[in-house]
């Protein structure tokens, strides 16, 4: 039921049940949330979203009052303006005086609010709450003297990723966000899957900062540094220069790492691709044995820290292959320097992913061979751009360069690792080549495109017909695994990434406000599937000569040495 | 860890509407929740650990360290406060050196803050195990902590 | 003499005496509940009052001591502890009842007087210095020379529905409960009432929630039976943490059974079939009291299943609150009970659509509940007779402070403040001047002297910008400093604030902070910070507003209530801490000036090193002295003076 209310003296359609901020918003008028969400249900806790209602005495939160035909709504009324200030300021007044050495400097909410209000002096002085900050995480760092305490990343940790690590503790004007028993991050269950640095409108939440630490290797005669990064970054980069229209700049890219100083740049769908031929081997055998099914992936770090702390029943399931950023890491420092002669201990290299949790995956014991680990450093999405600021470098103005060889070919298949489903997909589309030695009509997997969290589809494989499921979303995740745990469910293969949508959606990711980014990057990655002329992995020139070359064939014994990897429970307060 | 399992078995269910009194079981059981006992009770109900510990932070009643030999309850109510409870809490924080929520380094005092004991007639009032003394003044307050820490060295 | 046994047949007979009418009563009916009454005693009756007050003041001991006396000397008396009576001054109060004679009521029997008045009492001799007064009763004879209870100064303007019992009977004994006409009301509901009828009945009796909000207890009742639902709950809402509050305890301490009635009725009306008690975790001795009653009223069949064969279930279970004052909330006492942290949500939907586990729930206050059975019992029309338009019946006060006769009293509505200060509290204590009162707990407000004359009404109360709040009332006299006060009930709030919203969580911090501010003298003053501190007066009324207007809940809108009230009433205090920076009753110990007497002082220079803010010089051995400017009025040479030479003004 659609009706008329009054909005600052003028007439708006409302629709009966939805909220006041819906209707307002609907009909182009901005008031200021800081705890709304879209899609949860709002809490009322921040009370920026005031407005006026005549008839009611006190003012009113209109992300949690619904709107009535009755209403006459002033949303920016003397008395309105001034309240949201008193409230800004009052939130100031517990607030360290530092943007300018802040990481959501000109990006953060709240900073946005102030200068939005006006507030041009501390009107309301008062003592600060002391707060350390907690940098015992190898990916993400909490500074809980920012903290405003809206509770978005609680409810996304606990709601969409299904970790709970973080909860409200204390009360009044000792509230902090904390884990269990206020451990350090490190020693909670948090998953790394930076969901939370996402949604946090300050600096409060930040991954751990290093795109600094590679300074002084670049400046190391010494040093060869290598560079990958993820083909979900290279839809997603554009957006932190303000560029308009998200593509695929990975041209771009590879001369911008280039300038820098890096010496050579490679692409981790290559690496997916390479992973995809082990897992499909991987998958055939196991379905011959007929054990080990279904086989999970393993390619996000944030789900298998979850498998290892929450579900340890489930990691016999997973695959056993690394995931392309460890493929990468292995293949410079094995393959490529025997190939081109260099010292492995020589090498630095370095990652750039969507992902805060690849940096934990990074520094995990099992991704190190004889003392040389595997990656040195990884940086996000947020972090490139800083670099490439850092070093002057106009994006503007760069011509697109390739990916050095031999790791410069790739397939489509390997860029569809950035989205949910993507992995299946080009997984499948393997699979069945190999059992009929015929390619996949591509127009057979729609259903895994859907934009829904838990997308399943069946394949006929001769006379079998498998059923695969892709989920993201830690939270449908355990839903999945509840139900073939009960046996409610049957599948063959399980596709799992923590974050809503994929690593397109990752915790490295630009944070932006524009509500349809996740859906572009998406948009852009599909595109280049549908441009690229080689759409699967093991029709990928490259990935055939590095077997034909180093591995001999998937899961030959040099593949499992290099490229498989292990998994063990973790111990950790739940 | 036993009598947590065997106090566990007793509530009927194991949901989230009975985890305070479970809570409140296991502090009237040990004195306090220690991290084993709220990862216990976190894995029994199904719930988070974070959300459990969350929840104990809120409550007054809920302490994280093991109380002392003694448990001192400072009445600071508005009559106690109006006949000088806030002095009073100052110097007992001063003599024993802890403040609220805390046990001392010996083991010996542990010190609580409550708003009204009941007794606003007798202000100001505290009660040390249980047994109470009204109507304090500051010599008799130095007495009585006193009179315990001896009570200890005997 | 007829005994009193107390056997299965016994349940039988109340369960007979529940169903009738009084007149329906034969002879030895009526004698036998005289006796489990009380009315008439066999042998010797004694009650010592065990409330939480009592306890305090010693009763325990007084208890142990009169036990021992009795088996002493063979007395095979009865030895009942009671609930209170309601005089705090008085505690331990013990009562004594002869075979034939009213029952006396007296003060401050603590252990060691315990001997002398049993001595007199039992050789027919009252000691009067200890004498309250004596229980009206037609069928004994009194005692000459004693003022009948009800004509004291403490009770005679009292009217007394919901603390009739207190004090007077044996709250462990449901047996004396129904003999005094208890569960009539309820058993009448079941089997002449429809639910409908009954919340006709309570919205018509004009009872407003006595918890401070005022709002039609049976107009809320209705909402919650006309939700359709599978399940409903019945909370009544026993958190009582306002400082300085209570009522409720005493209810629970003195009368549980009455709260159970009341709470029954209420569940039939909302046609709830469980009933939840979340009761503060200090109130030791009302959960036992109600643990104890509510398993007595289980076995009778009062509270179960297919309750005295009407089909109608209803169970009643206690629930401990861990401590906080926000649970008192509403919605924040839902998610308590839900296993959350007790933060409040925004309301709609309010509880009684959308309650615990989503379902319709009601929740009422315990001195709500405690006036159903009697408006039941009695009828609307005679609540509604007492008290005035609109604001019918009594409410229960519980006061303390500076005043003369501190206590528990329960008045009709329209009596004036006054009255309850002057008349029945006794006023200020001999010889001080009164300032005003403090009514409605942390977040109440103060009511200074010259307003006293109001009416209690809700509306007249809120016209002169206060509320009745709970009941709680503190009595303040020119020892009491306005602005310590203010100060004492911000920082309350701030450390009971739950922390949700920013207005509240915040704003309770910073207000608390410029009140510390104006009462403390800060180090090397000059002229601006006499200004930041008139700034931050300023600061104050802004931020209340706000406050005001977007707090989450009631504990952040109404916390500045203090602030504001003595803003208007008593601005010459604030200004004095500010601008002269004097305390006049002396309180804010940081504001006084402290001086050396020369006379006293050996220049042992004892107090020179322990000024942490050198404001003391001297020569050893020569008299020191205080510069004045410089002292931050901490006090630590005054305590550090050992031959008394330091002196504040
Ligand atoms: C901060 C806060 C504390 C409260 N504390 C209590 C309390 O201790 N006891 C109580 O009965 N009501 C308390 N209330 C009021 C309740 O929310 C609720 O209105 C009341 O229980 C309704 O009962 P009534 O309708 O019988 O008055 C409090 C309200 C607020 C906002
Ligand atoms: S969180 Fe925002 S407002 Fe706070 S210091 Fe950082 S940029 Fe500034
Ligand atoms: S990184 Fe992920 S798991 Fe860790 S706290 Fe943030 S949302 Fe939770
Ligand atoms: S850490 Fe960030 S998201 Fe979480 S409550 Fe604080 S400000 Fe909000
Ligand atoms: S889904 Fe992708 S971005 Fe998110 S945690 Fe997993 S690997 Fe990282
Ligand atoms: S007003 Fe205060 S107590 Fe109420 S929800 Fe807000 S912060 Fe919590
Ligand atoms: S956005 Fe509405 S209260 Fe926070
Ligand atoms: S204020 Fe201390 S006993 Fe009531």
């Known amino acids: ?574 | 860890m036993e009598k947590l399992d065997n106090l566990l078995k007793k509530f009927p269910e194991l949901s989230r509407d009975n985890l305070i009194p479970i809570l409140q079981a296991t502090q009237d059981e040990y004195g306090y929740l220690s991290e084993e006992s709220i990862k216990r009770i976190s894995l029994a109900l199904k719930l988070p650990a974070s959300k459990v510990y969350g929840l104990s932070t809120f409550y007054n009643q809920f302490r994280f360290s093991p109380p002392g030999k003694f448990h001192i309850r400072v009445c600071h109510g508005t009559t106690c406060h109006m006949n000088n409870a806030g002095l009073f809490l100052k110097e007992i924080q001063k003599i024993l050196g802890i403040g609220d929520g805390e046990t001392s380094r010996d083991g010996l005092f542990s010190l609580e803050v409550l708003s009204c004991i009941g007794a606003c007639g007798q202000a100001p009032v505290i009660s040390i195990n249980g047994k109470f003394y009204d109507r304090l003044t500051k010599e008799k307050l130095k007495s009585v902590l006193l009179t315990y820490r001896n009570m200890e060295a005997v | ?649």
């Open chain 1, 1 to 574: 039921m659609v009706f008329t209310i009054e909005v600052n003296n003028r007439p708006i359609q409302a629709r009966k049940g939805e909220t006041i901020l819906s209707a307002l918003r609907r009909n182009g008028i901005q008031v200021p949330t800081l705890c709304n969400m879209k899609d949860y249900t709002p809490t009322g806790a921040c009370r920026m979203c005031v407005v006026e209602i005549e008839g009611r005495e006190n003012l009113t939160p209109s992300c949690s009052f619904q709107v009535e035909d009755w209403m006459k709504i002033n949303t920016h009324s003397p008395r309105v303006l001034a309240a949201r200030k008193t409230i800004v300021e009052l939130l100031l007044s517990n607030h360290p005086d530092d943007c300018l050495y802040c990481e959501r400097n000109g990006n953060c909410e709240l900073q946005l609010l102030a200068e939005n209000l006006n507030i041009r002096e501390r009107r309301i002085p008062g003592k600060k709450s002391a707060y350390k900050n907690d940098k015992s995480s190898p990916a993400i760092v909490r500074d809980p003297a920012k903290c405003i305490l809206c509770g978005r990343c609680v409810r996304v940790c606990e709601d969409s990723q299904a970790v709970a690590c973080l909860d409200f503790t204390h009360r009044g004007s000792e509230l902090i966000i904390a884990s269990a028993m206020s451990k350090p991050i490190n020693f909670s269950n948090c998953i790394n899957c930076g969901q939370c640095v996402i949604v946090c409108p300050t600096g409060a939440l930040t991954e751990k900062i290093q795109f600094e630490e590679i300074s002084n290797a670049l400046h190391d005669p010494e040093k060869i540094l290598v560079a990958q990064y993820s083909p979900s970054i290279s839809v997603s980069l554009a957006e932190e220069f303000g560029l308009k229209g998200t593509r695929d700049i990975n041209g771009i890219i590879n001369a911008a790492l280039r300038k820098i100083g890096f010496n050579k740049v490679y692409e981790s769908s290559f690496a997916a691709d390479v992973n995809i031929l082990e897992m499909a081997e991987e998958f055939l055998k196991r379905q011959e044995k007929g054990e080990g099914l279904p086989m999970i992936t393993g390619d996000c770090p944030a789900w298998v820290k979850y498998a290892e702390q929450h579900t340890p029943d489930m990691l016999p399931f997973l695959t056993s292959v690394k995931s392309p950023q460890q493929i990468t890491g292995t293949l410079i420092k094995t393959w490529i320097s025997e190939k081109e002669k260099i010292n492995p201990a020589a090498i630095y290299s370095v990652s750039i992913m969507p992902c805060t949790a690849k940096k934990f995956e990074g520094q995990r014991v099992e991704m190190t061979r004889k003392g040389i680990s595997d990656i040195d450093t990884v940086l996000t999405t947020r972090e490139l751009a800083r670099l490439i600021r850092l070093h002057g470098i106009d994006i503007d103005l760069l011509e697109p360069e390739p990916s050095d060889d031999p790791m410069g070919g790739i397939s489509s298949s390997g860029k569809l690792f950035g989205v949910s489903g993507g992995v299946m997909e080009s997984l499948l589309r393997t699979i069945y080549y190999k059992h009929s030695g015929n390619e996949l009509d591509e127009t057979k997997l729609p259903k895994l495109r859907s934009f829904k969290p838990i997308r399943e589809a069946q394949l006929k494989l001769g006379n079998t017909e498998i059923s695969v499921v892709a989920v993201s979303g830690m939270n449908h995740a355990v839903k999945v695994l509840d139900e073939v745990r009960n046996k409610k469910k049957h599948y063959d293969i399980i596709e799992i990434m923590a974050c809503p949508g994929g690593c397109v959606a990752g915790g490295g990711q630009p944070i932006t406000k524009d509500e349809n980014a996740i859906k572009n990057r998406i948009k852009a990655l599909y595109e280049i599937d549908n441009r690229e002329h080689i759409k699967t992995a093991h029709k990928n020139p490259q990935v055939i000569a590095l077997y034909e070359d180093f591995l001999s064939e998937p899961m030959s014994k040099k593949s499992i040495e290099l490229l498989h990897t292990t998994f063990t429970p973790r111990e950790v307060i739940l």
């Open chain 3, 1 to 649: 003499m007829e005994e009193i046994i107390l056997n299965s047949e016994t349940d039988v007979f109340l369960m007979q005496v529940v169903h009738l009418d009084k007149v329906e009563y034969t002879h030895s009916m009526e004698s036998r509940l005289e006796y489990l009454r009380h009315d008439k005693v066999g042998r010797p009756l004694i009650l010592v009052s065990m409330g939480t007050a009592s306890q305090v003041a010693g009763s325990d001991a007084t208890y142990a001591k009169i036990c021992q006396y009795s088996e002493e000397r063979n007395l095979d008396a009865e030895i009942i502890q009671s609930g209170s009576i309601g005089m705090s001054q008085a505690e331990p109060v013990v009562s004594i009842q002869m075979p034939g004679r009213t029952r006396l009521f007296f003060s401050n029997i603590t252990e060691d007087r315990v001997g002398s008045l049993l001595d007199d009492v039992f050789h027919n001799t009252i000691p009067a210095e200890f004498c309250i007064g004596q229980l009206r009763n037609d069928k004994h004879e009194g005692y000459r020379d004693t003022l009948f209870l009800d004509e004291t100064g403490f009770m005679k303007l009292q009217k007394r529905v919901v603390l009739k019992n207190t004090g007077i009977v044996n709250p462990e004994s449901i047996e004396e409960y129904i003999a005094r006409g208890g569960f009539k009301a309820f058993v009448k509901t079941i089997k002449h009432y429809s639910s409908e009828e009954i919340c006709d009945m309570v919205e018509n009796s004009g009872l407003r929630g006595r918890s401070g909000s005022g709002y039609p207890t049976g107009k809320k009742w209705k909402i919650a039976y006309h939700t359709s639902s599978d399940q409903k709950y019945l909370i009544c809402n026993a958190e009582e943490s306002d400082p300085g509050a209570f009522m409720d305890r005493a209810i629970m301490e003195g009368d549980p059974f009455l709260l159970l009635e009341g709470m029954a009725i209420a569940a039939y009306g909302i046609t709830a079939t469980k009933g939840i008690i979340y009761i503060r975790t200090e109130y030791y001795q009302s959960i036992k009291r109600l643990e104890h009653a509510i398993s007595r009223a289980r076995e009778i069949g009062i509270l179960g299943h297919n309750i005295l064969g009407s089909g109608f279930n209803f169970d009643i279970i206690l629930r401990k609150g861990p401590g906080a004052f926000v649970c008192g909330e509403e919605t924040a006492l839902i998610n308590s009970l839900e296993g959350k942290r007790g933060m409040p949500q925004s309301k709609p939907p309010y509880p009684a659509t959308s309650g615990l586990h989503r379902k319709p729930t009601i929740i009422n206050n315990v001195e709500t509940l405690s006036n159903i059975p009697a408006i039941v019992g009695k009828g609307p029309d005679w609540f509604n007779s007492i008290g005035v338009e609109n604001n019918a019946g009594t409410k229960v006060f519980a006061i303390s402070g500076n005043i003369r006769f501190p206590g528990l009293i329960e008045v009709p509505f329209g009596m004036s403040l006054r009255s309850i200060v002057f008349d029945i509290a006794g006023g200020p204590p001999e010889g001080k001047k009164f300032k005003g009162i403090h009514m409605g707990g942390p977040a109440g407000s103060v009511i200074p002297v010259s307003l006293l004359d109001t009416p209690l009404t809700f509306e007249s109360i809120k016209e002169i910008g206060s509320g009745i709040g709970s009941g709680g009332i503190i009595a303040m006299d020119e020892d009491t400093c306005i602005l310590d006060m203010v100060k004492y009930f911000m920082d309350f709030m701030q450390r009971q604030s739950c922390g949700k919203c920013i207005p509240c969580r915040e704003g309770t911090r910073r207000m608390t902070e410029i009140l510390e501010s104006i009462t403390r003298k800060p180090v090397n003053d000059n002229g601006h910070t006499t200004l930041e501190r008139f700034k931050g007066v300023m600061q104050l009324e802004s931020l209340a507003a706000v406050m005001k207007d977007t707090s989450l809940c009631g504990l952040g809108q109404s916390a500045p209530n203090p602030v504001l009230s003595t803003l208007r009433h008593f601005r010459e205090e604030y200004e004095e801490h500010i601008f002269d920076r004097k305390c006049r009753s002396n309180r804010c110990t940081e504001l006084r000036t402290y001086f050396i007497d020369v006379e006293l002082c050996t220049g042992c220079s004892l107090c020179a090193k322990k000024c942490p803010s050198d404001a003391i010089f001297g020569t050893p051995r020569h008299p020191y002295f205080v510069v004045e400017e410089k002292c931050i009025g901490c006090g630590l040479c005054y305590e550090s003076c050992k031959f008394s030479a330091i002196h504040y003004k």
